[in-house]
């Protein structure tokens, strides 16, 4: 492994299947980082968990389709290290060290638990676990000595929360853990197909897998700027969610067409939705293939899981047992 390259850690919750808003905010940065970095990607089930734990068994198969699906879409389990976060369990004895440490005021000031209290209630996760997420994070990175992590600006409070934990216990302990860097990535606005942020529980989502025929359907579905009432109404594309979509993955020319389409009336919103479907079919294409071949093969899959997971766990292993020996934790 490219032991000169600095290390990078990062991760994916699995509940579900991978969207677009998966692709664009994590995935995609994951195919281009991994010449640059070693890196070390992690299916984070017990992540999943926090808000998934009345149903474990769904998590186990979400975690096989990750798995499917990141190798579909080229992360390259020779070049990097892709495990499942509840075969390693070393981030549980970590995420431990780390909670005992970690005064709650600090985590009751994390934006997102603040922004997730009243739903946490609704949803019956207003728990512990939920509650701790950001330590069992920087347990995650810590645990391989993580140097970089990619980040959407929204995920900078975590990462700052793991820095602040790792510089607590490294001064209370005498220790070296590293304290990671955020790797500030590109991450787009991806809109749902009603137009509201891209999300499992909105129910507003395009998987990466979709079949053909329900992408059509869904992208056809879809409302437009509500001044097109009629074919022969103008409408502004920037009001319109599935120009957003075009933003996303059509060419230069298809966006001066449906510019100047929608601005005129010379195009329907059916033509331009259909053009939006082929260039996005174009792109799922490929993967959606390879991902049902891997699928197929349940040893294959299997094997991988099983290959990444011990690559992980000979580097967690070794680095937990540095870290117990050196607080006393071993006979
Ligand atoms: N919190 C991340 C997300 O919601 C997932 C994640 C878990 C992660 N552990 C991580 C990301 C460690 C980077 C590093 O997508
Ligand atoms: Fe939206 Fe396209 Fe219809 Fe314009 S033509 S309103 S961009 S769907």
Redesign the pocket.
Known sequence: MGSSKERL?????ATGHLHLGHFFG?LRNWLDLQDQYDCYF?I?DW?GMTTQYKDPNSIKSWTYELMADLMAWGIDSKRSVVFV?SLVPEHLELFMFFAMLTPMGWLERVPTWKDAQQEAMQSDTYNLGRFS?PV??AA??ALYR?VV???GQD?VP?LELSREIIRRFNKLYNYDLIEPKALLTPQPMVPGLDGRKMSKSYGNTISLSEDESVLKKKLLQMPTDPARVRRHDPGEPTRCPVYNYHKLVSHADDLQWVEAGCRSAGIGCGDCKMRLFERLNERLEGPRKKKKELMADSQFLEHQIREGVSKAREEGERQLRKIKSHLGFNV
Request: charged share 10%.
């Open positions: 850690v990062s991760g994916i919750r994590a992690g984070m992540h976060q997420y069992l994070q995650d990175i993580g992590v990619p980040v995920q975590h």
